[in-house]
């Protein structure tokens, strides 16, 4: 199974192919943002990679990043992500700290919409 790092949080298994952002939610515990429930829709699942970017990104992650005219390496859409290899993050983009209610629907087990790559 791949490992996912989360920096100040530690290192998880997770299951092959799961999506980013729900690892973050549930093996690695953490407060990760994803209001529009995984849509490619908010970026408010945006992570920092620290290691094992993946080089794929979905026509909509492509979108959407440049639509916001988010443009740092390494930044991605955490729900646009499958885990597929072992990856290292740091979250920039969470709960604590953003005077939000709540973390936001939960995403899909798939990746939505629709992956084109
Ligand atoms: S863009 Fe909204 S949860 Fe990923």
Sequence with gaps: MP???VEE???FEVPAGKRLVNALIDEAATDQL??????A???TCRVQFIGGEPTAMTLAERQT???????SPGVRLSCQISCGSDMKVQL???LQ???RS????RPADSIEPEPQW
């Design 65 to 71: 990043l440049q639509a916001r005219g988010i443009e």
């Design 3 to 5: 490992q996912l790092t």
């Design 41 to 43: 829709r908010c970026t």
């Design 92 to 94: 920039i983009s969470r």
């Design 102 to 105: 709540d973390q936001g629907n």
């Design 9 to 11: 949080f530690g290192t």
């Design 97 to 99: 700290g953003s005077g």
């Design 34 to 39: 994803h209001a529009c429930g995984g849509l």
